[in-house]
């Protein structure tokens, strides 16, 4: 959503955005661990962006 792709940047993001923080627990993921999910989840990743653009 904010152009924000590389598992790195979403473990910086995971510290310093409130909202992402309050939204994920305040737990802070590592790169490795985003990265994994990412690659097991992808289908599902890719059918969640293309109902939220539906609406």
Known sequence: ??????????????TRNIELMWLIGKIKPDHGTLSSFMKINTNAINQLFKEFTHM
């Open 1 to 14: 959503m904010n152009k924000i792709r590389s598992s790195r940047m979403m473990e910086i993001e995971a």
